[in-house]
């Protein structure tokens, strides 16, 4: 099946600095969608993509569609202890439905005080 | 909107006793989908149901393993006996058909001494 290799696995920032991480697949995907997941809960959608080349924010986050369908980024800006939890992408084949999603193994974002 | 919602939110049992999930999906969706994530495989799906109907069944790990959508409104994943390798956390989520945008519960707990 498809694979999504989702980079970096973790991070550890201070509070304050730009966050980016990407996921690349050897697979086209006819939509990227960003998960966040935080501790003792289910991912919550933060940004849906859905042509190549579409760049789309939601607050200080920022999600682009690559260009060759093959991979898509996500960058946060001037982080906050908030933001701390684990960030999944997940690539949406052309069937149109949620069954078709596959999911990367997500990058586990750790702010430092 | 209650959003998903799940029961119970921990569960410990011991090995080869019968364990029992819930889910209310979102009022209106028409697909539900059970998950299940752990440290060493992330998200993996386990079955979902498009209009109470199974669709794909193909990533329950066993047939220890069943889920049933008695109605819009309910659904449960069974296992029986459990094992200890059973423990994780197993997410339900809905949406609408034909949209990619998955809506996850809070998750379960499941730990199988």
């Known amino acids: 099946g498809q694979q999504l290799n989702q980079s970096p696995q973790s991070m550890f920032i201070q509070e304050g600095e730009d966050v980016s991480m990407n996921c690349t697949s050897s697979?086209?995907?006819?939509?990227w969608l960003w998960y966040k997941q935080e501790p003792g809960e289910g991912p919550v959608l933060l940004i849906a993509l859905y042509k190549a080349g579409e760049l789309t924010s939601n607050g200080r986050l920022t999600a682009q569609f690559g260009i060759t369908r093959k991979d898509s980024f996500l960058n946060i800006s001037a982080s906050i202890p908030s933001d701390v939890g684990i960030y999944f992408c997940a690539g949406g084949d052309s069937g149109g439905g949620a069954d078709g999603l596959t999911f990367g193994k997500g990058t586990h974002l750790i702010i430092q005080p | 909107d209650a959003g998903v919602i799940q029961s119970p939110r921990h569960e410990v049992t011991e090995m080869g006793q019968e364990v029992t999930l819930r889910c209310k999906p979102i009022s209106g969706h028409n697909s539900l989908f059970w998950y299940r994530q752990t440290m060493m495989r992330g998200l993996e799906l386990l079955i979902y149901f498009n209009n109470n109907v199974p669709i794909d069944d193909s990533g329950m790990p066993e047939d220890r393993f069943s889920a049933k959508m008695p109605n819009a409104s309910f659904s449960t994943l069974k296992i029986q006996p459990s094992e200890p390798r059973d423990s994780a956390v197993y997410f339900c989520?809905?949406?609408?058909?034909?949209?990619?945008?998955?809506?996850f519960g809070s998750g379960t707990q499941l730990s199988v001494l």
């Open positions: 697979s086209i995907f006819n939509t």
């Open positions: 989520a809905s949406s609408s058909i034909r949209t990619e945008k998955l809506f």
